[in-house]
């Protein structure tokens, strides 16, 4: 029998998974109940419970928020899924935007880091669900054993933490 893996072990597939994929889904509540997600890349991915984005304060999602902050982050890569439950809030911090600013994020703002609609979105979580496979050949290799041999694939780590 396994051992489940520590907590500080659970951090760190978090936040591995987090720095590898660094785009996710924020699925917030719109106005009329329903659910609606955006594509937003995460500013911070040393995750200690937060998550950093940089939005407009003109965007739907920060409209949402305002109203509904429970939020859902989902990351998707390769060999490796994580979903985030928490509640959001927008944020003007300009120590915090400057720490968090990068060439990317000038794209998106014309006027850059003076842009007066930019605003900070944390995502404070109370919840994660990760998987973490050894990759696509791997898990293959597995469950084509597994299905030879009659055992149990291994398919990697799993796990629910609450944070």
Known sequence: MTQPPSDN?????????MKSVRTAMMTTIDDDGALVSHPMTTQEAQFDGDCWFIASDTSETVKHLA???QVNLAFAGPSSWL???GTAVAVRDEAKKKELWNTFTDAWFEDGENDSSVI?????????????TPGRVATFAS????KVTGGTPNIGESDEVEL
């Open 9 to 17: 072990n659970q951090l760190e597939t978090i936040q591995h998974i």
């Open 67 to 69: 109203e509904r902050p």
């Open 120 to 132: 900070l979105i944390k995502v404070s979580a109370e919840s994660a669900q990760y998987w973490d």
């Open 143 to 146: 469950m084509l054993k597994a």
């Open 83 to 85: 979903s985030l439950a």
